[in-house]
């Protein structure tokens, strides 16, 4: 038996020859449906036939007569449909549509032979449901159709479906209820051996799951609920099937159906055997998520008991003994005396300790105050005693230490960044004047070539002076936050289209292929415009100075977790030894033999401006790789 529930190809047979015996035993039970109906036991096949023709053939009649002559009398938009309904290849019925005089109004019979026919009368009612007949129309009270069946059945319409189940149903008629009883005990002891089966491998001891069995089962039923649904609204619109067809097609809905089923239960099998068929649905799995969040709720507020202030902890604390002490004292009256030293116990100990935790209270605010900066906080010490007021004591010494070197470091600072402002205003002038007279002698006509290539070094290093000078003020500026900021609602992509527009031809210049990514949907963020483009015109500046010719240079914009993410990328023309931090500090170059133009202050300004807008700017270096990334947060 092993073996046999093991193999594979065994459950295979058995799963074919269940299919089989079901569909035998459903087609054998409306065969049996159709003995008692028709009576095939007591009639003729002829007989039956007849019958099941006459009821086919006043179904088209009627069609005929309410249906296709006055879709065809109004021209009506279905007239073509009818026309095909009707016509010798697909249908097996014709007929003969007359008035009263014998007038012919409709016909699609020409001379055929027969093997049935009718004639029907119709009395016309004037009141055609779905159609306004014209007034001109022949209301004549009584119309005839003649009626004629194909004699060989071509097409494929209901006359020749059901003569295919008549002589099927009649040549099986007394086989019909021992073909059901045995395809029903069939199936039953074949499903018997598939839910004995399911689970087993060959080679494997044990159950062992297969990818199905491992589907959360109200998932996997669910997904079976909505196959079925689909297959019974397919099946309700499926007027679109020929007669001949829909055996065939119902079939194998029937096939899929049965399919389904077996590995519904086979799955449901294989669970039961494994164990753990609650565990494995994503009910208990949600269930289970709404416990753990639960707990970990009850363990939030369990974590906040513990970290409730310290006088406060220590006062509940006092009280749930207090409460416990009061419960043990009055369940014993007699012990009076006993109750009177309790209460004076409490009287004495409970102001002590509350003393001693506002004491340890004070330390600790202290702590906190000067951890997060606050070097101007001192301790108030009055009230403190023994160790708690030394403790007190050393933190104001440490408070007040920080304090003097804070104030000497800011002061060292300050000092740097007057002492770079004053020089930088002071060589305005003098540069100014500079600027103009070499202006001035650039207008006069000078003929000598050397004087020339003076004249333009000149005019060269003063505009390279020029700029130093401005930038050393912004920089200034930026670093103290001596900067007036107006943040409004700015969409970056603009921006970016923009300096891309801008800096296009001197990126050409430069042989380097810059490419601009960014989302369809605008991206939005809180900005200074003006201070926006000194951030990006000093980035594209630096790719310009230093990235590697005929190489490419990205600017990406993205969005992640409600930021907008900006990526500046290059390929540096210099070897880059320094670190990320040390790029960013002023007057810090990546090109070490400073043969380039520049400050050194560009990405150390382009950060303290983002900043100052509320962004962040990080610098990445991995080998020759420069990648520069701002972030802002978006808004809607």
């Not at 839910?195 to 491992?214: H, L, N, W, Y």
């Not at 601009?516 to 200074?528: G, Q, W």
Request: net charge neutral; charged share 20%.
């Amino acid at each position: 038996m092993n073996k046999l529930t093991h193999n594979f190809f065994v459950k295979i047979s058995a799963v074919f020859l269940i299919v089989v015996s079901i569909l035998v035993f459903i087609y054998s039970s409306a065969g049996i449906y159709l003995l008692n109906e028709y009576g095939f036991h007591s009639r003729s096949a002829e007989d039956i036939r007849n019958e099941v023709f006459e009821n086919i053939t006043k179904g088209y009649a009627n069609t005929v007569f309410y249906s296709y002559y006055p879709a065809r009398v109004l021209e009506s938009f279905n007239l073509s449909g009818y026309q095909n309904t009707f016509s010798q290849k697909n249908t097996n019925f014709f007929f003969v549509l007359k008035d009263s005089k014998g007038n012919i109004l409709l016909s699609n019979y020409s001379n055929e032979e027969y093997q049935y026919s009718r004639t029907y009368t119709f009395e016309y009612d004037f009141n055609f449901p779905y159609y306004v007949l014209p007034d001109d129309w022949d209301k004549s009270n009584m119309f005839v159709i003649d009626c004629y069946v194909s004699k060989t059945l071509k097409a494929d319409d209901q006359y020749r479906l059901a003569d295919f189940w008549i002589d099927a149903v009649y040549s099986l008629r007394f086989a019909m209820i021992p073909i059901a009883v045995v395809s029903f005990l069939s199936a039953i002891i074949l499903f018997i051996f598939l839910m004995c089966s399911a689970g087993r491998r060959k080679g494997m001891e044990g159950i062992t799951p297969s990818g199905i069995d491992k589907i959360p089962f109200d998932i996997f039923l669910s997904g079976i609920f909505i196959i079925l649904y689909a297959e019974f609204e397919l099946i309700g619109n499926s007027s679109f099937i020929k007669p001949t067809y829909a055996i065939v097609f119902l079939t194998a809905i029937g096939i899929i159906d049965i399919l389904l089923v077996l590995q519904t239960f086979m799955t449901f099998a294989t669970r039961f055997k494994m164990g753990g068929l609650w565990k494995n649905t994503l009910i208990y799995r949600v269930l289970r998520s709404v416990f753990i969040i639960t707990g970990k709720i009850f363990s939030g507020i369990r974590y906040l008991f513990v970290n409730l202030p310290l006088v406060l902890k220590t006062t509940l604390l006092i009280f749930a003994v207090t409460v416990v002490e009061l419960i043990v004292l009055a369940s014993d009256p007699g012990q009076r005396y006993l109750g009177v030293l309790w209460l004076l116990e409490k009287m004495i100990i409970v102001p002590v300790i509350l003393f001693i935790v506002i004491g340890l209270r004070k330390l600790q605010t202290g702590g906190e105050k000067i951890a997060a900066g606050d070097l101007g906080y001192s301790v108030d010490t009055r009230y403190l005693f023994w160790d708690l007021k030394s403790h007190g004591e050393n933190l104001n010494s440490i408070s007040s230490g920080m304090a003097k070197a804070v104030e000497a470091r800011m002061k060292s600072e300050r000092l740097k960044t007057e002492l770079i402002t004053n020089v930088s205003h002071d060589l305005k002038t003098p540069l100014t004047s500079i600027i103009n007279y070499v202006d001035l002698i650039k207008k006069e006509d000078v003929e000598s070539d050397t004087l020339k290539e003076y004249i333009s070094v000149l005019d060269h290093q003063t505009a390279r002076l020029k700029k130093l000078t401005e930038d050393l003020i912004e920089a200034s500026k930026a670093s103290t936050g001596n900067v007036e900021v107006s943040l409004v609602r700015t969409e970056a992509g603009l921006f970016l289209d923009q300096i891309m527009g801008e800096y296009q031809e001197k990126i050409n210049s430069y042989d380097i292929d810059l490419i601009l990514k960014k989302p369809e949907n605008e991206v939005y963020i809180m900005a200074d415009g003006r201070l926006l483009w000194r951030v990006f015109d000093n980035l594209m500046n630096n790719i310009c100075k230093y990235a590697q010719p005929s190489t490419r240079a990205y600017i990406n914009l993205d969005t992640e977790n409600n930021e907008a993410v900006i990526t500046f990328r290059n390929i540096s023309k210099f070897p880059l030894n320094i670190s990320s931090d040390e790029l960013l500090e002023r007057f810090i170059r990546g090109d070490s033999s400073r043969n380039t133009e520049g400050s050194g202050l560009g990405l150390s300004i382009a950060k303290s401006l983002t900043e100052l807008q509320n962004g962040r700017l990080d610098l990445y270096v991995d080998g020759d790789l420069f990648k520069v990334v701002l972030r802002f947060n978006t808004v809607q």
